[in-house]
């Protein structure tokens, strides 16, 4: 039995922290779908466009048979509508700090409720990668800071771009 998982997001953009909760949800699931929330509400700096194909590099670079397994794709609307259209059984999502707990916690809560069958797990970032968030890594940049650290060298480029 293969199991099927979402990683859903807004990724504007991937950082090293989704990275490596990608990396460590490969090891959970057999194909892994990251879903691109479209997300107009939040006022995305990269169109849909770019950030689908800012995660598509990233995975492209994954070590052995990981850029097989996973996918990413477009969603918009109910995340619980597109897990099925997925035919995944398992929502992936990513925990920092004790602030994410509580949207997290109704999130799940509310989900679980529209559709009991589909488990929703959280992974950790490695503690190297727990703080960056895309809206911080946004701000640094806009203001002139170095994002070196926190999102990969083609991600840095693009952000430089925008905000030149
Ligand atoms: P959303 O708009 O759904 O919050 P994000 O792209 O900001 O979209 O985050 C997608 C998921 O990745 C969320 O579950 C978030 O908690 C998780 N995530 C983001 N950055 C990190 C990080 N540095 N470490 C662990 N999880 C993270």
Redesign the pocket.
């Known amino acids: 039995m293969s199991r099927t998982g979402i990683?859903?997001?807004?990724?504007?953009p991937v950082?090293?922290?989704?990275i490596?909760?990608i990396h460590r949800a490969t090891r959970v699931v057999d194909r892994l779908i990251i879903g691109v929330?479209i997300?107009a509400g939040?006022g995305p700096l990269f169109t849909l466009e770019e950030r689908v194909e800012m995660l598509e590099r990233e995975i492209a670079s994954f070590p052995g048979d990981a850029p097989e397994r996973v996918e990413v794709r477009a969603f918009e609307g109910l995340l619980t509508v597109f897990a099925v259209s997925c035919d995944a059984s398992l929502i992936v999502?990513?925990?920092?700090a004790v602030s994410?707990f509580e949207y997290?916690f109704q999130m799940t809560g509310m989900n679980g409720r529209l559709n009991p069958d589909i488990e929703t797990v959280f992974?950790?970032?490695s503690d190297k990668?727990?703080?960056?968030?895309?809206?911080l890594v946004k701000e640094i940049c806009s203001l002139g800071g170095d994002v070196s650290h926190f999102v990969s060298a083609p991600v840095k480029d693009r952000m430089l771009v925008k905000y030149s």
Do not use: V, W
């Open positions: 990683y859903p997001g807004t990724f504007d950082t090293n922290g989704h490596d909760i929330a997300n939040k999502r990513g925990l920092r994410d997290e992974l950790m970032a990668y727990q703080f960056i968030s895309s809206r």
